[in-house]
């Protein structure tokens, strides 16, 4: 059997990062955001005797090493007793260490077909908890939520209103975070706020009640130029640990002439155009 899934992106909108539990983990206070911004993944399943998955893409490091598409399905695996034969083509869109939790989509949505394709022998709450020990984004996905107030790990999830934003997304060239550094280096920080605005306020005032804790870190946003251009959106933020950054724009003509004089003045960006979507 050969199933095709979209797997969305996200972005956090707002994002508090806590202090290091003893387990390592960092409490979080967020909005979670889907976005129409995808990957496609072709998956065939086929019966067989013992687990075979392979996977192949269109990006450079799928499949040097342990992807968590194969993860989602090991697990899935080990947690019914079911074997099969996986394979798996992807066709990324969604930029690699952005932060817009694109290997946890992928994950997602390998773990819930192939619990759909062997009549959901794993309910939505175990879905959940395997979810989970892939990574902190992936639950979100895997919830089906289009948007949701998200604590704990992530894995707490509230909905929210989802809404309808023409949305540009802002990269430099060849820059990618490791979302472990990343929270590393927020550990250094002397005081901590976990403040965040209650859900949705207005377009305006998104930049003084949704902040991120990575805005700091991300070296695109240091360029005074480059700075310059992101604070005349309506709204601009890293995109979850980065390195990518998020705007968002009330009409999508005001989108196309932002990004019209962005690339005008500044080089060595890309832009991805998009919007928040509500679709699951």
């Known amino acids: 059997m050969i199933y095709t899934l979209e797997a969305q992106a996200k972005v956090n909108i707002g994002l508090r990062v806590l202090g290091r539990r003893a387990d390592g983990f960092?409490?979080?206070?967020?909005?979670?955001?889907?976005?129409?911004?995808?990957d496609t993944i072709t998956m065939e399943i086929l019966p067989s005797s013992t687990l075979y998955i392979y996977i192949e893409g269109n990006e450079s490091y799928i499949g040097s090493g342990v992807d968590l598409m194969e993860r989602a399905a090991r697990l899935f695996s080990s947690e019914t007793g079911l074997v099969f034969s996986l394979s798996i083509h992807i066709e990324k869109r969604i930029p690699f260490q952005a932060g817009m939790g694109g290997g946890s989509s992928d994950a997602s949505s390998v773990l819930v077909a192939l619990n759909d394709h062997f009549g959901r022998p794993l309910?939505?709450?175990?879905?959940?908890?395997?979810?989970?020990?892939i990574g902190s984004d992936v639950p979100f996905f895997t919830s089906g939520l289009p948007?949701?107030?998200?604590?704990?790990?992530?894995?707490?999830?509230?909905?929210?209103?989802?809404?309808?934003?023409?949305?540009?997304?802002?990269?430099?060239?060849?820059?990618?975070?490791?979302?472990?550094?990343a929270f590393s280096k927020l550990d250094e920080r002397i005081c901590i706020d976990d403040s965040i605005g209650p859900w949705p306020l207005a377009l305006e005032d998104w930049k003084e009640n949704y902040i991120n804790d990575f805005d700091a870190l991300q070296s695109v946003r240091k360029d005074p130029k480059v700075l310059e251009y992101l604070e005349k959106a309506p709204f601009n933020s890293t995109t979850?640990?980065?390195?990518?950054?998020?705007?968002?724009?009330?009409?999508?003509?005001?989108?196309?002439?932002?990004?019209?004089?962005?690339t005008g003045a500044i080089s060595g960006l890309k832009g991805i155009f998009g919007v928040l979507c509500c679709n699951s």
């Open 26 to 38: 960092h409490p979080l206070k967020t909005y979670f955001h889907r976005v129409s911004i995808a």
């Open 123 to 133: 309910s939505k709450e175990k879905l959940m908890e395997l979810s989970l020990l």
């Open 240 to 262: 979850g640990s980065g390195s990518a950054q998020l705007l968002v724009f009330k009409e999508t003509n005001e989108r196309k002439e932002w990004f019209s004089a962005f």
């Open 147 to 181: 948007a949701a107030y998200a604590e704990g790990r992530g894995e707490i999830l509230t909905p929210v209103e989802p809404l309808s934003y023409p949305i540009l997304i802002v990269q430099k060239e060849g820059e990618k975070i490791s979302t472990k550094e």
